[in-house]
Structures are given as C-alpha cells and as structure tokens.
C-alpha cells in the first residue's frame, strides 16, 4: 500500500462524536510520549495542562527520540506503553502499514475540517511543520558560510560538524549540496549512482562528524563551540538565537517536514486520546505553541495570529517555504521502502571512521 496525504479524508464523512461533555474521572489518564526538552515544556504549558483541566484526564509524559525500534517492541510483546506519540511520517506510515497505529475515525475529532489537507494522514494527524537548517557558530569563522555546499568544506571552514543520527536528512543534504535539484533528490537517492554520491559527499566531512540525538543538543554543541557548524531544527535555534546564543543560520538550503499524534493500536484509552486530538486542532491554541516554538501550525488560519517577525521562520509560511518538503508523499514512500537497507548501510559507514 503506498501512503496518500489525502488518505483518512473520507473517513471525515460519519458522524460527529460528542467529545466536548464534562470532565473526566480523575483516574483517567493519557501517557503521551512527545520529544522531550523545551519542546515538551510548550506542549505541556500551551496542551497538556490545559487539556487536563479542560477534561480532567491526567497526562503522564515520557519522551521519544526516533526510530522505529520502540514501536517494534510494542508489536513484539504486545505492551503498549503510550496512549499518543508525536513521531515523523516514516515511522507513522510504516506503523499504520503494520497496524501498530489506529487507523483514524475523522468523525470523532469533529475540529479535523479546520486541519490542512496533509496533516490529514491515515494514521496520522499532523502537529507541526519542522524545519531543519545548518546552524553555525558565529565567532568560529571571518567570513560566515552561505550556502549548503559550506557545510562540506573542511577546507575553508575546518572544525566539527554535527549531523542527526541515522540517514534521514543526511542524505538528503548531501546530495543538495552535490548540486542536486530539490525536485530530484528522491529519485536519485533510489538510484545506486545517487546513494553513492550523496556518502561520497558525506565522505569529505566524515573525519569531524558528531551525531545528535535530542534536538536540543545540536544548539548545545554549536553555542559551547564543540563543533562549529551542525544540523538543526529550525525552532530550537529561533529559540537559542532569541536567548543570546552565539548563532546563526544558512538558508540556502534545508528541509522541512510534518510529524504526526499517532495513537498505538494497543492503547485501552482510545476515546482520551481523540479527546486529546480534537483538542489539539484549536487555531488560537496551535498559534500560542508557533509563538513559543517556531514551528508550523497546521490548522487553517493559525498562522493569521503570529507577527510578521513570528511568521518569517515558520515553515510553509516564511523563508523555509521554498525547501524541501521531506514529508510529500514521494518522500514518505521512499522512506518507508528503502529505511532498513539504508539505516544498515548508513551504520556500516559511520562505524569505519
């Protein structure tokens, strides 16, 4: 089955489920693993809190960092420790194809018609557009690097660099820097050729490369001068920049993407967890989150609430709108059909440094 954006919009046509009736029983309670740090203070302040007071079903927080190992182990032991995960489109697509997600009822979140179309998955509804930039140290050069292609020259800009772990964004990078066009980048890394040229590029940064996990470390790296230039995510270096932090940004080139509130199939607490969904598609609350984040709403009109400064560094709003966009449906599927082979391939090569 290939994965559709649109997917899950006839599912919209049933009826609407009342989800708005009176608080809960106090010993209700939602685990939501989201991606923890700063990131995760917001969700709790703008949605967490709130919803419980709104509901009263309690929120326990734990934190995901990525892959697709934690979801294995559900299907594997049949323990599913979280009622609602924010994760990226691979892992959600490849979940729903596996039946580790819900497929989603549209009908019982009622505010879903105010959702853009692509934050409309099957298994999936969208939280936030992610952008991802090269962030650099700014006391580390004379002159700043400009362009994608700075990034690989250990030669005019000689230091550490820190990239994400795993393949994801990587790859892409590298070939964007190779010269690539935005439009091509997954049809040549589903070429042999493309693949070696995207860890032929990688190859000349290779000696002074420092992978991240968190989102927050990059920021850390870069700011405390452990490495000097890195991948990073376009709202936690707003946020940093804000703070007086030692950075600056490329925007020559970068990606930007969707992660979705995926609901494991195992989950007892279905019903909370629409109820949680339903109301996370509020505009005013979504508009309140991008403030404090700079990441992208992805209800309707959300973006109407921000300043023009706010609205600059939103993806699909401001100057990250022309990048690309690495939760289309070509990318998706790319991903979900070539991960494991590429993430065995990808250890292989970081192991030989």
């Known amino acids: 089955m290939k994965f559709s954006l649109a997917a899950g919009l006839a599912a919209a046509i ?20 989201s991606w923890g740090g700063t990131y995760q203070e917001h969700q709790k302040e703008v949605l ?4 419980t007071a709104a509901t009263g079903i309690a929120i326990r927080e734990d934190n995901y960092l990525g892959g697709w190992a934690p979801f294995q182990a559900m299907a594997d032991t049949g323990t599913y420790k979280w009622d609602v995960v924010q994760a990226e489109g691979p892992e959600v697509l ?5 039946g580790v997600f819900l497929k989603i009822d549209w009908s019982k979140i009622p505010n879903s018609d105010q959702l853009i179309p692509e934050a409309k998955g099957e298994c999936g509804l969208g939280v936030v557009t992610i952008g991802s930039i090269i962030i650099y140290n700014t006391g580390a050069f004379a002159a700043p690097p400009q362009k994608m292609a700075d990034f690989f020259d250990l030669e005019r800009f000689p230091g550490k660099r820190g990239i994400r772990k795993g393949p994801k964004i990587n790859l892409e990078y590298a070939l964007m820097a190779a010269g690539v066009e935005l439009d091509k980048i997954y049809k040549t890394l589903s070429t042999p050729e493309g693949l070696d040229l995207a860890f032929g590029t990688l190859d000349k940064i290779k000696s002074e490369l420092v992978t991240w996990e968190a989102g927050a470390q990059p920021i850390d790296m870069v700011s405390g001068g452990s490495v000097v230039m890195s991948i990073a995510y376009n709202g936690r270096f707003a946020a940093a920049k804000e703070d007086g932090r030692p950075l600056d940004a ?11 509130w995926a609901v494991p199939a195992g989950t007892k607490e279905a019903d909370s967890a629409y109820k949680f969904l339903n109301f996370y598609t509020d505009k005013s609350r979504q508009a309140e989150f991008v403030k404090r984040t700079n990441y992208g709403p992805t209800v309707q009109g959300a973006e109407e609430l921000l300043t023009p400064e706010k609205r600059e560094m939103v993806p699909t709003v401001g100057r990250l709108k022309t990048h690309l966009f690495s939760s289309s449906t070509e990318a998706l599927n790319f991903w ?6 590429l993430l065995e391939r990808w250890n292989a090569w970081i192991s030989s440094k």
């Open 14 to 33: 049933g009826g609407i489920s009342a989800l708005a009736g009176g608080p809960a029983m106090a010993q209700d309670q939602l685990t939501i693993a």
């Open 48 to 51: 967490f809190t709130p919803f």
């Open 94 to 98: 490849r979940g729903c194809e596996e």
């Open 250 to 260: 490329i925007w020559d080139r970068g990606t930007y993407s969707m992660d979705y």
């Open 336 to 341: 979900l059909d070539n991960y494991p082979s």
